[in-house]
C-alpha cells in the first residue's frame, strides 16, 4: 500500500511548494490514476489535498487548453479572443499518430494536428475516447498560440 501512495503524497507535496508561489495546472498522463480515455478527467481532489488547497493549482483535462492574459492579473476565459491560447496534451495522442503512421516525428505530428486541426486524429479507432454523439471535442476551433504535448 504505502509503495502505491508515496509517489502521490510526494507529487502533493512538491505541487504545494509549487503552488505556495506561482500558479499550476496539472494534466493527467497515460500512466497517472484517473481514466485513460481521452479526453481524461482531472486528478480526483482528494489525490492530491495539499496542492487542492490553493487557489493557484488546477487540475486539469488531458486536452487542455486555456487562455493567458496578455495584461497583468487579467483573469480570462476560454473563449476570450484577447489573450493567448494554450493549448496542450500529454502526449497520447502523438505517440498514437506516430506508432500507426509514417510520420517520423513527434514534432512532424504536432504540426499536422494544427494543419488538420484536429488534437486526436487517430481516436477511436486506435486512441481510447469516449464516444461522443453530439461534437468532436478534439477538434481545434482557432489555432492556438502555444501548443504543447507531453
Not at 497520447?92 to 512532424?108: A, C, F, M
Not at 475516447?129 to 489555432?143: A, G, L, N, T, V
Request: include cysteine; charge should be negative.
Amino acid at each position: 500500500h504505502r509503495a502505491i501512495t508515496s509517489p502521490i503524497r510526494e507529487l502533493d507535496m512538491v505541487l504545494t511548494r509549487l503552488c505556495s508561489s506561482v500558479p499550476v495546472d496539472l494534466l493527467p498522463g497515460s500512466s497517472d490514476p484517473c481514466n485513460v480515455f481521452l479526453p481524461q478527467q482531472p486528478f480526483h481532489h482528494c489525490l492530491l489535498p495539499s496542492a487542492n488547497m490553493y487557489s493557484t493549482f488546477r487540475a486539469a483535462t488531458n486536452p487542455y487548453e486555456a487562455i493567458m492574459s496578455t495584461e497583468a492579473g487579467k483573469e480570462m476565459e476560454v473563449d476570450d479572443a484577447t489573450g493567448l491560447l494554450l493549448v496542450g496534451t500529454s502526449g497520447q495522442n502523438v505517440d498514437n499518430v506516430l506508432r500507426y503512421s509514417t510520420i517520423g516525428s513527434s514534432l512532424d505530428v504536432m504540426e499536422g494536428m494544427l494543419k488538420w486541426r484536429h488534437l486526436a486524429p487517430t481516436a477511436p479507432d486506435t486512441l481510447h475516447c469516449f464516444p461522443m454523439s453530439e461534437e468532436d471535442p478534439f477538434i481545434c476551433q482557432r489555432c492556438p498560440h502555444l501548443f504543447f504535448a507531453g
